[in-house]
């Protein structure tokens, strides 16, 4: 990656995140933790919590992008590693006010990891023992990217592998890539 | 000069949004003239796409007639901006692209009531469209051609 390119698109993160409206980053923190709370009543099993979140994400991902291509102006991603690159150096800006790095890139080049030191959702929490080793609290994220990308025809998986959480040092989502959806036509003449 | 109609479509083809303003010619049946135009669009994009001497391909903007003009804008999500005017407007394009960032985004998109997909109720979007079509300066005869046909 062409550090001119990346330095660009650090000014567009920054740029985006001084024009967009800022909300306290307490109040996020703290709805969101009720958020898990209320799921975690609901569905119990941590498992269950953790698709529920993606789930939630998910949906908020699929009109995120639109908010955040009309923010940022960029338009085509050229190659997934593009994508990622943007993710993290411009959308985590504008969406969460902090910076992430691309790294952990598979020798097939479809595979890498998203990772962040801060975590504003995160903020004041500590996960009781009996949730360390099976709940994702920030899951919410992966669902948020997975969303966002399935809008621009880029199928993906997403998942943590790092979570401050759990005690690592830092949180790490892993992003595969799996299929670059082809346009078709969506009806057919002949029926 | 005049503006006749707009649509905004989506990747699947759905028809989110059909406005008119002059439309002299009558349809017979909205939605096999939404399909139509998708249709042709379509392959229109993925023709422009071939012939194109680099890659990735351009995007469609707009085609004219002796009669018309068609002004086309596609946001990276698949969203297909539509507009039919008389012939010599210039190219607007860039005003759909605005109606996407400033009218669509902010109506449809961050409406939490809107569903994905189906068809766009918000009567916000529909002032707001007007008034952007309102404002240009190829809507200015659309009162005088009514007058006439």
């Known amino acids: ?124 929490v500590e996960l009781p023992p009996e949730y360390t080793h099976s709940l994702f609290y920030s899951n919410l994220l992966c669902g948020v990217i997975r969303g966002a990308l399935e809008m621009v025809q880029i199928i993906v998986e997403c998942e943590f592998v790092k979570d401050q959480l759990r005690g690592d040092d830092t949180n790490e989502i892993n992003i595969r890539f799996k299929e670059m959806l082809q346009e078709q036509v969506p009806w057919n003449d002949e029926e | 000069m005049t503006v006749y109609a707009f649509y905004l479509f989506d990747r699947q083809g759905n028809c989110l949004c059909y406005r008119e303003w002059s439309r002299p010619k009558l349809m017979k049946d909205a939605t096999q003239d939404q399909k139509n135009t998708f ?77 994905p997909g189906e068809s766009i109720q918000s009567q916000l979007f529909f002032s707001k469209l007007d008034t952007a079509i309102k404002a240009l300066a190829c809507f200015q005869d659309n009162e005088e051609n009514k007058s006439i046909s």
């Open chain 1, 1 to 124: 990656m062409s550090s001119s390119r990346a330095s660009t698109w650090n000014k567009l993160g920054d740029a985006a995140y001084a024009k967009s409206e800022k909300v306290s980053a307490d109040l996020v923190a703290l709805t969101y933790g009720s958020f898990v709370r209320e799921i975690i009543k609901d569905f119990e099993e941590p498992d269950q919590v953790n698709k529920e979140l993606e789930k939630l994400g998910y949906n908020i991902g699929i009109r995120l992008i639109e908010d955040f291509l009309a923010k940022s102006g960029i338009s085509n991603c050229s190659s997934f590693e593009e994508s990622a690159e943007i993710i993290s150096r411009v959308a985590f800006k504008m969406f969460l006010g902090i910076r992430a790095t691309v790294s952990n890139w598979n020798s097939e080049h479809n595979s890498c990891s998203i990772i962040f030191d801060e975590n504003p959702l995160a903020e004041y």
């Open chain 2, 39 to 115: 249709g042709v669009l379509f392959a229109l994009k993925n023709f422009c796409k071939k012939l194109s001497p680099r890659q990735p391909g351009g995007q469609l903007k707009n085609y004219s007639t002796d009669v018309y003009s068609l002004h086309y804008f596609e946001s990276p999500t698949g969203l297909r901006f539509v507009l039919l005017t008389s012939r010599g407007s210039g190219d607007l394009s860039g005003v759909l692209r605005d109606i996407y960032l400033n009218v669509y985004v902010d109506t449809v998109t961050r409406n939490p009531l809107y569903v």
